[in-house]
T-cell receptor, first 117, second 109 residues
Framework: GAVVSQHPSWVICKSGTSVKIECRSL??????MFWYRQFPKQSLMLMAT?????????EQGVEKDKFLINHASLTLSTLTVTSAHPEDSSFYIC?????????????FGPGTRLTVL | GNSVTQMEGPVTLSEEAFLTINCTYT??????LFWYVQYPGEGLQLLLK?????DKGSNKGFEATYRKETTSFHLEKGSVQVSDSAVYFC????????FGQGTELSVKP
């Protein structure tokens, strides 16, 4: 149980285009979903926290107009990278928890590798 | 602010060798500490956790003890297997999760 999927697993796009990444909880309802970004050989950095039906809360330094997060249902959250540029190339990982508290266990997706040319 | 530092990889061991991956942290208050494992092509999975000082988390032969006096949470396993090859992340939670940079482990037969 507690499986989280991401789609696509990898994507290559041209500079200036927008890319949407989906995160789905397959066998549970995710009240809260988290989006992380990981650079090579570095740790996961939390980008934003989203609760179903509410606006996402972004971490300091993360551009909310560039990284659009939608948590429209209890099983789906999307991250859209708008007007992507090469510096946005990274590994994006989502996680989901069944309750809203910061102390609840998070279940992680396998990640999406974005390459912007 | 809170931070986690873990030993750099990659770590390469022979099967049945003893494993230690060091992890130290900086935090205000009393965070919970975690080890996550990421197998190739899969998401992070919680391996073990400890919520207070002197707690020992254990799972699948791995263990780690929450040492407040040395602010450490080193991961150990007495005899590694090829199937343990993965990337291991140390993390703390004092609110949000904060991860170390990950340590890649490769176990050779």
């Amino acid at each position: 149980g507690a499986v989280v999927s991401q789609h696509p697993s990898w994507v290559i796009c041209k500079s200036g285009t927008s890319v949407k990444i989906e995160c789905r909880s397959l066998d549970f309802q995710a009240t809260t979903m988290f989006w992380y970004r990981q650079f090579p050989k570095q740790s996961l950095m939390l980008m934003a926290t989203s609760n179903e039906g509410s606006k996402a809360t972004y971490e300091q330094g993360v551009e909310k107009d560039k990284f659009l997060i939608n948590h429209a249902s209890l099983t789906l959250s999307t991250l859209t990278v708008t007007s992507a540029h090469p510096e946005d190339s990274s590994f994006y990982i989502c996680s989901a928890s069944t309750a809203g508290g910061p102390n609840d266990e998070q279940f992680f997706g396998p990640g999406t590798r974005l390459t912007v040319l | 602010g809170n931070s986690v530092t873990q030993m750099e990889g990659p770590v390469t061991l022979s099967e049945e060798a003893f494993l230690t991956i060091n992890c130290t942290y900086t935090a205000t208050g009393y965070p919970s500490l975690f080890w996550y494992v990421q197998y190739p092509g899969e998401g992070l999975q919680l391996l073990l956790k400890a919520t207070k000082a002197d707690d020992k988390g254990s799972n699948k032969g791995f263990e780690a003890t929450y040492r407040k006096e040395t602010t450490s949470f080193h991961l150990e396993k007495g005899s590694v297997q090829v199937s343990d090859s993965a990337v291991y992340f140390c993390a703390l939670r004092g609110g949000k999760l904060i991860f170390g940079q990950g340590t890649e482990l490769s176990v050779k037969p």
